[in-house]
């Protein structure tokens, strides 16, 4: 089993982000990322540039846009807990979703090239948590108002995947006529 990645206490999280914890239902962080990530992929692989434009109303993102979403949010997780693993003083702002989706203009780009991003997003997240030890995935920070701990930080961005993912499958491929 990779890592020492025990299921974050009810203090190491805000309510909000225990939803994502949850998800997971206590199994490994990165254990329940190798099955996440290649079924991510797996749906969103097969998909052409301009199915990938779809959006399933008006003022919902794009599967790009969604898929935008889920790699700034990673990397924003990501640099939350490198701020707090090395003991950086102060709390982190929060960030506008769905203003940094447009200005981060994944609307523009290749599908193709997104797609790569996510997955060097992703292997690059899996190696560095890899090299964590236990009492730095215990440490504590602030973040947006919020306690987090390093640890509970890998297991939000897993379980935000896994939310992301079922409304992939719930809301966006029923209507391109994908049953991935």
């Known amino acids: 089993m990779p890592g020492p990645f025990p299921v974050p206490e009810a203090d190491d999280a805000s309510t909000y982000f225990q939803t994502y914890i949850r998800l997971l239902g206590g199994e490994n962080p990165l254990e329940a990322d190798a099955r ?52 950086a003083e102060g709390e982190l702002p929060g960030f506008d979703q769905d203003a940094w989706v447009q200005i981060g203009r994944w609307h523009e780009r290749s599908f193709r090239d997104s797609l790569d991003i996510y997955r060097d997003t992703r292997r690059t997240t899996r190696a560095w948590y890899l090299g964590r030890t236990p009492e730095e995935l215990q440490r504590r920070g602030r973040a947006n108002n919020n306690t987090l701990t390093v640890n509970s930080l890998l297991h939000i961005l897993i379980g935000h995947e896994l939310h992301h993912q079922r409304v992939l499958e719930a809301r966006y491929l029923p209507a391109l006529g994908s049953t991935r």
């Open 36 to 87: 996440i990530h290649a079924h991510t992929l797996s749906m969103l692989e097969p998909l052409s540039e301009e199915q990938s434009q779809f959006r399933y109303a008006p003022d919902k993102w794009s599967i790009r846009e969604w898929l935008g979403h889920v790699i700034d949010c990673e990397r924003v997780f990501n640099f939350r807990a490198l701020w707090i693993a090395r003991g």
